[in-house]
């Protein structure tokens, strides 16, 4: 993005070892203590991407610290309440804060919305998630955002049935992640499904319904397949599933995350189309709104009803 590093700060010697070795970094931009940093930089952007338990603290204190623009990893913190500190903290301050939910600037994200509007299509009417056991904070997180953009609706309903078994996290043994199905649906009817069990070890594939439709996308492969009813039996009911169709392959630009990465923070400095905290806390509200409905009987849980604000999730 041709901008120039002020430091990198963290707490592992190892790691800072080991950026360093990788991004030929002059030892003169490594640091482990906070105070140092700050003291002999003043950065007008800092990037958060620590696991999410020291998200809200880091954050916070870059804001309290004068820091203009903030762009933090997902999922954006370990508790709403830490959210609404974020938020709140970051304005006080006059920061400006995104998250680094990259989807909305993908290309499988805008062509997909695009393909699902035309009256061919006649209106996505679902997206379904299956994949290998990427986990719902780590991953999931994406899909509710995701699913906002294709849709332009916030869910309102959420329900949720977790996996029995716990999969060891890879960032560590105090950190957990769920694995299993859920179901978000808008107040206009539009539906979410992700199956991510435990007991599903590979790949993410996407399938797209729509009126009159189907787009299935391999997002790791960028392979996409399409199926919509030709043009003159567009108006029949939804009963004539089996209607002659064109369907078609192509090869969409496999997933990345550098571009799509610094597209966040261009959005963030320029503060168009940003990735906003308040964008972040809704999707952290569907995944306390999950865990909520699995450890309540799978029952639904709407977004309008009083969620745990306070408690604290193992996430990464």
């Known amino acids: 993005m041709g901008w120039q590093l002020a430091g990198v700060y963290d707490v592992s010697p190892q790691s ?59 999922p954006m913190a370990t508790s709403l309440e830490q959210c609404d500190r974020m938020i709140e903290t970051c304005r006080a301050h006059g920061a400006r804060l995104a998250v680094n939910h990259q989807m909305r ?32 904070a780590m991953n999931g997180t994406h899909y509710f955002e995701a699913f906002r953009f294709l849709t332009d609706e916030c869910p309102v309903e959420v329900s949720a049935w977790f996996s029995l078994e716990a999969v060891p996290n890879p960032r560590g043994a105090r950190f957990e992640d769920r694995a299993g199905s859920i179901r978000a649906v808008t107040a206009g009817g539009k539906r979410l499904y992700m199956e991510v069990g435990a007991d599903q070890g590979h790949g993410i594939r996407h399938v797209y319904a729509c009126r009159n439709g189907t787009l299935v996308l391999d997002e790791l492969t960028g392979e996409l397949l399409t199926s919509v009813r030709e043009e003159q039996y567009r108006d029949l009911p939804t009963t004539r599933y089996g209607m002659p169709a064109t369907d078609t392959t192509r090869k969409l630009k496999p997933i990345e995350l550098v571009e799509s990465t610094a597209a966040v923070l261009t959005a963030l400095v320029q503060n ?26 799978n029952a639904p849980v709407k977004l309008s009803t009083a969620l745990d604000r306070n408690r604290v999730f193992p996430w990464a």
Request: hydrophobic letters at 45%; a negative charge.
């Open 272 to 297: 168009v189309d940003n990735v906003s905290g308040e964008d972040a806390r809704r999707v952290i509200e569907l995944l306390v709104a999950a865990y909520q409905s699995a450890e309540h009987g």
């Open 105 to 136: 600037f993908m290309e499988h994200y805008r062509e997909i919305k695009q393909a699902c509007a035309t009256l061919a299509y006649g209106g996505l009417a679902s997206m379904n998630i299956i994949a290998g056991n990427f986990g719902f």
């Open 16 to 74: 800072l070892e080991l950026a360093a070795r990788e991004l030929q970094l002059a030892s003169g931009l490594l640091f482990d203590d906070l105070d140092k940093l700050y003291g002999e930089t003043k950065p007008s952007c800092v990037i958060v991407a620590t696991t999410a338990d020291s998200h809200c603290e880091l954050t916070c204190d870059a804001a309290e610290r004068g820091v203009q623009f903030i762009l933090v990893e997902k």
